[in-house]
């Protein structure tokens, strides 16, 4: 007795291309685009990009951004910011034999109540004392603590991915001992 042939279905044809736009903050920029059989499924997609790739800047292409598709609208997918990183090849260049390394991670709540992770690191030009390392770590976190007080999160993170926020703090801790850099190198969005 033959076996009847059972057809198989290509749910790929039934999939829609979907067009990604970074926030606004971002000035919606085209991301790519991602195929689903349904607006649905593309909510709480991740999307990886660089600095590079959005802003077309090739300085900052050491800067990787992380996304979250929100919301679809049409044929358009619209995505939130979740955080960005620095590349480790690009915190290794930074750092030399007889440099301090300074980290301060701080949890802090914006204006408008969206907590933050943000990671600080500063790079001393000659080692400093432990003392000096700690006042300038408590210097970090409460200028990440005061700004995040002061501004909504769209406005903190526009700050923060273009280098203020680092300048900011690098001139108010250079005060302290002579420092060589301070970067911004990881933020997560709660």
Excluded: C
């Excluded at 210097?139 to 995040?148: G, H, K, Q």
């Amino acid at each position: 007795m033959a076996k009847a042939r059972r057809r198989v279905r290509d749910t790929w044809k039934e999939k829609i291309w979907y067009e990604i736009l970074a926030p606004q903050e971002f000035d919606e920029a085209s991301l790519g685009t991602s195929p689903a059989r349904e607006p649905e499924m593309l909510v709480g997609r991740k999307i990886e990009t660089s600095m590079r790739e959005i802003t077309g800047d090739f300085s900052r292409q050491y800067v990787k951004l992380f996304f979250e598709v929100d919301h679809v609208s049409g044929e358009v997918a619209h995505t939130i910011f979740t955080g960005h990183k620095v590349t480790t090849d690009y915190v290794r260049s930074m750092i030399r034999r007889g440099t301090s390394r300074i980290d301060s991670i701080t949890d802090a709540t914006t204006k408008d109540g969206k907590k933050i992770n943000v990671h600080m690191l500063a790079i001393t030009v000659k080692r400093a004392k432990a003392s000096q390392q700690k006042l300038i770590r408590e210097t970090m976190r409460n200028m990440v603590l005061e700004s995040a007080a002061e501004k909504n999160l769209d406005e903190l993170v526009k700050e923060i991915i273009s280098g203020k926020f680092a300048s900011n703090i690098y001139h108010e801790a250079k005060k302290i001992y002579p420092l060589k850099k301070v970067e911004t190198i990881k933020t997560r969005v709660f």
